[in-house]
């Protein structure tokens, strides 16, 4: 049990269709990350979220959107699904800590989506 | 803006014998390194990081990463593997930057034979 809790854990939706996955962080941690792991690759960095605003980006296209929560939970959210969008989601947040150091990212368990 | 090359996709090794997972990396800027550990069906789980200080780090189940500035290279190593470390290894890259955005190389699998 890492803390970082994601929802769904399996997920199958039809291309063209709108799908929300969900974050629950540790208690305290302001930065979260979301990945997209394709099978057999590495995860690809979608975009960045640090105390409710989005401070990064990957090369991800717009129907890719977020949010963060006071709550320190948030969501990734895809709009017309593509049959390339089957992947392992990864959310992942750390501490951030203005002028500290990088402690590394507490990631999840992951969604598997599936678009048929 | 950083990129992560991992040189080997697979790596097959016998129990007990030692073992080398290689990552070479690329950033005009200076960076923290890590590696990460991916079980089946699981996320990532640290298993070490280079922030700063000492260039060998090590983590608490006898792997050991040198952070070599000269080569942009930061070799994972272990004297002698267990079943149980067979897995999906990643190497990542995070810049000092802001954004502190973390780049993922494509993984090397370490698949140990008994």
């Known amino acids: 049990e890492t803390g970082v809790t994601q929802s769904p854990t399996h997920l199958i939706k039809t291309r063209g269709q709108q799908v929300t996955l969900r974050c629950s962080s540790q208690s305290g941690h302001n930065t979260v990350s979301w990945y997209q792991q394709a099978l057999g690759q590495g995860p690809q960095f979608i975009f960045q979220y640090y105390r409710e605003e989005e401070n990064g980006r990957g090369n991800f296209p717009p129907r890719f959107s977020g949010l963060q929560f006071p709550n320190y939970s948030s969501e990734l959210n895809v709009n017309a699904l593509e049959l390339d969008d089957s992947a392992l989601y990864l959310c992942a947040s750390r501490i951030k800590i203005t002028g500290g150091d990088n402690y590394g990212y507490t990631f999840g368990s992951g969604t598997r989506l599936t678009v048929v | 803006a950083q990129s992560v090359t991992q040189l080997d996709s697979q790596v097959p090794v016998f129990e007990e014998a030692p073992v080398e997972l290689r990552c070479n990396y690329s950033?005009?800027?200076?960076?923290?390194l890590f590696w990460y550990v991916q079980y089946p069906n699981q996320g990532l789980q640290l298993l070490l990081k280079y922030l700063s200080g000492s260039t060998l780090v090590e983590s608490i189940n006898g792997f050991e990463a040198e952070f070599n500035k000269s080569q942009t290279s930061f070799h994972l190593r272990k004297p002698s593997v267990h079943i149980s470390d067979t897995a999906e290894y990643f190497c990542?890259?995070?810049?000092?930057?802001?954004?502190?955005?973390?780049?993922f190389g494509a993984g090397t699998r370490l698949f140990v034979k008994a």
């Open positions: 950033s005009s800027v200076s960076v923290y």
């Open positions: 990542a890259v995070s810049d000092l930057t802001g954004g502190f955005k973390t780049i």
